[in-house]
């Protein structure tokens, strides 16, 4: 037997200058409670996926979620972090809870508040998601890390700036379409491929088109055993699930290799018995346009160095043959680091379940979610179908 999702609620992501931590946290634990049908004495468990780290000076937020329900109080609440994949990490604690017989249903919440403190200051708190000691110690931001990795492939497989365009032009096309979208904005593939006033290098080879946004928002999820699953109006199963993790320091590991992002991917898609060509579409973490190329290639799609064709071909376009990033990805909807594992579960979900709107694909099947922290340090990786 199976986790299955049955209740979500997704806010806006972007600048949410009215909206604090506490906020952002009630107002998404009560939209998925209600869209659960659920009333909160029900619920066994709650999990919080935040970073934090300095954004807001709230340090102990997990019980911050009891005040969207006065009957969430006395279920055991923990907040959970793992860098950018804080979210996934939270939703797996609450499905290994599930399985262990621990909880029957479970309230998973990610949230961040980020832009309350300056750009710069935003830039440093996340360096320290980094090896510290030779990396933000040395300077190095994540912009500098991922630009070393897409150095490092450009040295290795030619120059392909002009695919990173192609790919924040396909997820700014795609987040028109997304209601929660922190940019709705076609910027096209000329203005992505220009360095320019409005596109600067940022760290070179990669542009502001090529980085994710600094972003407040939060998302939330009821999980329940697949046993209670008949007692909601309808239910996504976790038909899989895998997390790996690598070694923190970049200079012990091939970043370019993505090697714990594919582990996590071939693990996943072992477990629940399909291949890569099976799934109908995935969300992947862009946090920068080089990890989505990377990506590619370590979930199968195409060989190292290969990437490109997937969309110069089409294949991972909104109408091509295994779309990705379809929501417009952290690129164009914006990366709270906390929300952003459990946006992509909830964004699937809906997906599935013919609920995404003006993002909604052809009758999907299969999803593949992948939310990744730190440099490809943590990686977790789920197959999601509709369970009815």
């Not at 609440?77 to 979210?87: I, L, Q």
């Not at 797996?92 to 403190?117: F, H, P, Q, S």
């Not at 923190?248 to 582990?263: C, Q």
Request: hydrophobic content about 45%; aromatic content about 6%; overall charge negative.
């Amino acid at each position: 037997m199976a986790i299955c999702i049955v209740g979500w609620s997704h806010s806006p992501f972007g600048r949410l200058d009215a909206l604090d931590l506490e906020s952002l946290i009630g107002t998404v634990a009560q939209g998925a409670l209600a869209d659960a049908g659920l009333a909160g004495e029900k619920v066994d468990g709650v999990w919080l996926g935040q970073l934090n780290g300095g954004f807001v000076p709230e340090i102990f937020a997990s019980s911050l979620v009891m005040q969207a329900d006065p009957g969430l109080r006395w279920a055991p609440a923990t907040r959970v972090e793992n860098a950018c994949a804080s979210g996934a990490a939270a939703l797996y604690a609450a499905a290994d809870a599930i399985e262990a017989g621990r909880a029957r249903i479970a309230l998973v919440v990610g949230a961040e508040k980020m832009t309350a403190v300056s750009g710069a200051e935003a830039t440093r708190i996340l360096g320290n998601a980094s090896y510290v000691r030779e990396e933000a110690a040395a300077g190095l931001t994540f912009p500098g890390i991922f630009a070393t990795m897409a150095q490092a492939y450009f040295e290795r497989h030619g120059d392909h700036g002009a695919t990173l365009a192609r790919i924040a032009a396909k997820n700014h096309a795609n987040g028109v379409r997304n209601p929660f979208a922190q940019m709705r904005k076609d910027l096209g593939f000329e203005f992505c491929n220009t360095v320019s006033d409005k596109n600067p290098l940022i760290a070179a080879p990669l542009r502001k088109t090529d980085c994710s946004l600094v972003s407040d928002g939060a998302a939330a999820i009821v999980l329940c055993h697949e046993a209670l699953a008949a007692d909601f109006r309808r239910a996504v199963r976790l038909r899989s699930r895998a997390q790996v993790n690598d070694f923190l320091p970049m200079s012990r590991r091939d970043a370019v290799s993505f090697e714990g992002p594919r582990r996590a991917w071939t693990q996943a898609l072992s477990a629940a018995r399909c291949a890569v060509d099976d799934l109908s579409f995935a969300e992947v973490h862009d946090c920068f346009t080089i990890a989505e190329l990377l990506s590619y290639e370590a979930m199968g799609l195409a060989p190292a160095g290969q990437g490109a064709r997937l969309l110069e071909e089409g294949v991972v376009m909104r109408d091509g043959r295994l779309p990705v990033n379809v929501s417009g990805g952290l690129k164009a909807k914006g990366h709270p680091i906390g929300a952003t594992g459990v946006s992509m579960h909830v964004l699937s979900a809906m997906q599935l379940c013919g609920e995404a709107g003006e993002m909604q694909l052809p009758d999907p099947q299969l999803a593949g979610v992948f939310n990744m922290g730190g440099s490809a340090v943590a990686s977790y990786v789920s197959v999601l179908e509709r369970l009815k």
